[in-house]
């Protein structure tokens, strides 16, 4: 079976005090975010990791890179 992690953070580097939003586990690939519960306007990031039964893991997403540094999986949106 195939699990979808959905998360939100205000920083690229994901750390726990980052994430504004997630939902965890879902079974589902479509899912509805009020902007209420994200934060104030600014810019945030989201990424999916896919998780199969065994254990493996995916992103679905190419990468962002900022300077030197590379973050795997994830897309920038402004909330306004």
Known sequence: SITYDFQI??????NVGDIVFERLRRTTTTIG????????????????TIRDSKGNWQYP???????DNLYDGMREFTLN
């Not at 997403?61 to 300077?67: A, H, K, M």
């Open 9 to 14: 953070s205000n920083a690229l580097e994901f």
């Open 61 to 67: 997403f190419d990468s962002i890179e900022v300077g």
């Open 33 to 48: 975010v009020d902007p209420a519960d994200i934060g104030p306007p600014g810019t945030y990031y989201f990424r999916i």
